[in-house]
């Protein structure tokens, strides 16, 4: 997976791009966390992400839920349908009150 962030004043839109599983979701972790130490809110543009897996979805839950609980706003935008559906499946932004929009 690749990524590039764009940042504007106190927000950050982390851009992905590739597959979201066992294999980068650390990194992915690692990288949101960084995010949080440096802005107050975050966009997370899943456009380029094609595939998600279990172990994906489980390190972008508990960084989300780090950063929610140190006080930083996050969205996921962009979602491609097929990966919103297991997102919904999960509970994903109930059990975190994180908003989901789908790619347009």
């Given at each position: 997976?690749?990524?590039?962030?764009?940042?504007?004043?106190?927000?950050?839109?982390?851009?992905?791009?590739?597959?979201?599983?066992?294999?980068?979701?650390?990194?992915?972790?690692?990288?949101?966390?960084?995010?949080?130490?440096?802005?107050s809110?975050?966009?997370?543009?899943?456009?380029?992400?094609?595939?998600?897996?279990?172990?994906?979805?489980?390190?972008?839950?508990?960084?989300?839920?780090?950063?929610?609980?140190?006080?930083?706003?996050?969205?996921?935008?962009?979602?491609?349908?097929?990966?919103?559906?297991?997102?919904?499946?999960?509970?994903?932004?109930?059990a975190?009150?994180?908003?989901?929009?789908?790619?347009?």
């Amino acid at each position: 997976m690749n990524y590039r962030i764009e940042e504007e004043q106190d927000h950050a839109t982390l851009y992905l791009e590739g597959e979201l599983d066992m294999t980068v979701g650390s990194k992915l972790g690692e990288v949101l966390r960084q995010c949080g130490e440096r802005y107050s809110s975050i966009s997370v543009d899943f456009q380029g992400v094609t595939f998600v897996d279990s172990s994906g979805i489980g390190s972008l839950y508990y960084a989300t839920k780090e950063l929610l609980a140190g006080g930083r706003a996050m969205e996921i935008v962009n979602i491609r349908e097929e990966i919103l559906d297991i997102l919904r499946i999960l509970g994903f932004a109930e059990a975190l009150g994180v908003p989901l929009k789908p790619a347009s």
